[in-house]
């Protein structure tokens, strides 16, 4: 017996919930750099302007993928440049640790940033795919 295959609107729906969340997680961290950046340096060994710098640097993203996600139709290419902005964001991120010499609990914050936009990336794909095998 074959599994159930997903409907296109259970397809979209999965995809868009990717989106979403990826919306308020990497805002929810950029505000959380930009506006916590004096009190994240020391804690993480991070210089205040890179913390600065990444959260002003979420807030277009933020905004890009806040429009495709909430689009009455989703575009595939769209989505593919969200792909590759995360892809590209938890790749730089764990190359910058090879240049900085961050606390432990720097280490912990970057690893784990780098890992949730990993598996943003991931589930947007699996949205993707998803949508054109239905």
Known sequence: ??????????????????????????????????????????????????????????IPFVAFVAYVGTRERIAPPAVWTVIACNALWAAGSLVLLTWLAPTVLGYVFVVAQATAVAVFAELQFIGLRRRAVR
């Not at 979403?20 to 929810?28: F, K, Q, T, Y």
């Open 1 to 58: 017996m074959s599994p159930p295959r997903t409907t296109a609107r259970e397809s979209t729906l999965f995809l868009r919930r990717a989106l979403l969340a990826d919306v308020g997680v990497s805002g929810a961290a950029g505000l959380l750099m930009l506006l916590g950046a004096d009190v994240l340096a020391g804690l993480l060994g991070l210089p205040t302007a890179l913390l600065r710098t990444a959260g002003v640097a979420l």
